[in-house]
């Protein structure tokens, strides 16, 4: 996909790609950027489409507007139980396991199926006034195992218990104090810390992080296989990308690391 390109899915999602960062945009500002079933068949293959391409680094996932970054699914299709399969449990899994580091822009409040959404991605961004709540009580379901054990990894088992049993509604500080955030900002410098942090991953040695992002991942969730870690550690160890840092290294420069 060329530079600084721009392609429409359609009503419910935008990307736009800027020097090796490709950024996703939830487009229904109007009710919250809700998903429809069609909206989470579209974002994950608009997700599919971009980890086959080797020119990006970074992916970013944000929301339209200054409201909601994600309210979960559209609440139309989920009380008529329309719902064909699973495709949420699909679209979380596909970026979960995206190639690149994820990184989430919260535009504005995480409701619903928007907190497991923003969980997928490896880095959360927030915004000062933002909210959180997580009713799967309030509306008599049960989350899937995989979404729970998202909660309860990231944010701990008892701050997972006050979201989705208590359904408490959360501030932007008590957001960022259990983990559910990386980082707090305010509004207007919200889009200004992403790339910053676009900037820092983009600038690293691209193997080892996509490599040790899958490790952590696999480790987290107690699926690990040590002998294809070890060959992961292998691969990094005779890649040029570490060629490169030791050359830098030597010549006292920042090394330029090339995309494979």
Not at 104 to 130: K, P, Q
Request: proline share 4%.
């Amino acid at each position: 996909m060329p530079e600084h390109a721009t392609q429409d899915f359609g009503p419910g999602l935008l990307l736009s790609v800027a020097d090796g960062c490709a950024t996703l945009t939830l487009n229904r500002p109007e009710r919250h950027n809700s998903l429809s079933q069609q909206d989470m068949v579209t974002l994950r293959e608009a997700l599919i489409t971009l980890d086959e391409d080797s020119s990006l680094r970074v992916l970013v996932l944000t929301g339209s507007g200054e409201k909601s970054f994600c309210s979960g699914a559209f609440l139309n299709e989920l009380a008529d139980r329309s719902f064909r399969g699973n495709p949420f449990e699909d679209l979380t899994d596909t970026l979960e396991n995206f190639r690149l580091p994820t990184i989430c822009m919260l535009n504005g409040g995480v409701y619903g199926g928007g907190g497991e959404l923003s969980l997928c991605c490896d880095f959360r961004i927030g915004v000062e006034g933002m909210r959180m709540f997580v009713p799967p009580s309030r509306l008599g379901i049960h989350y899937p195992e995989k979404g729970l054990m998202r909660f309860i990894s990231r944010v701990g088992l008892s701050a997972a218990k006050r979201i989705l049993l208590a359904v408490e509604a959360f501030d932007a500080d008590a957001i960022l104090a259990m983990g559910f955030i990386d980082y707090l900002v305010p509004r207007d410098q919200l889009a200004h810390r992403t790339q910053e942090l676009v900037n820092d991953i983009s600038a690293l040695a691209p193997l080892s992080v996509q490599t040790m992002k899958q490790s952590l991942n696999e480790l987290a969730r107690g699926g690990a296989d040590s002998e294809t870690i070890k060959a992961r550690i292998n691969q990094c160890w005779n890649s040029q990308d570490h060629k490169e840092a030791v050359r830098a290294m030597t010549e006292k420069r920042k090394p330029v690391f090339h995309l494979k």
